[in-house]
């Protein structure tokens, strides 16, 4: 069991696309949950989280474009992403942060921004 992310595809520079991230059991509930992207050639780099009281980060590559969301009672986690950039293609992960090590890591889902 592992996470489950969805939602990537292509789009220019500009578009939007909204990911999905599903739980195997109770996580974000007690847990920060967090979105994670990995683009080619590059570290594994923590973009977005959220707490299970609703605060939330962002790192500043993506403050005021992106937006973290999550729903404890699903289990599920989302990232609405506008005003996408080139240096937005990467695959997408989600996890939970200070917990990696409880649930294995899903296999992505891949954004490329593109004209």
């Known amino acids: 069991v592992q996470f489950e992310e969805s939602g990537g595809g292509s789009v220019q520079p500009g578009g939007s696309l909204r990911l999905s991230c599903g739980a195997p059991r109770t996580i974000f509930s007690i847990y920060i949950g967090g979105w994670y992207r990995q683009a080619p050639g590059k570290q594994r780099e923590l973009v977005a989280t959220i707490s299970p009281d609703g605060q939330v980060y962002y790192d500043d590559s993506v403050k005021g474009r992106f937006t973290i969301s999550a729903d404890p009672a699903k289990n599920t986690m989302a990232l609405e992403m506008n005003s996408l950039k080139p240096e937005d293609t990467a695959v997408y992960y989600c996890?939970?942060?200070?917990?990696?090590?409880?649930?294995?890591w899903g296999q992505g889902t891949q954004v490329t921004v593109s004209s």
């Open positions: 996890n939970a942060p200070r917990h990696l090590d409880e649930i294995p």
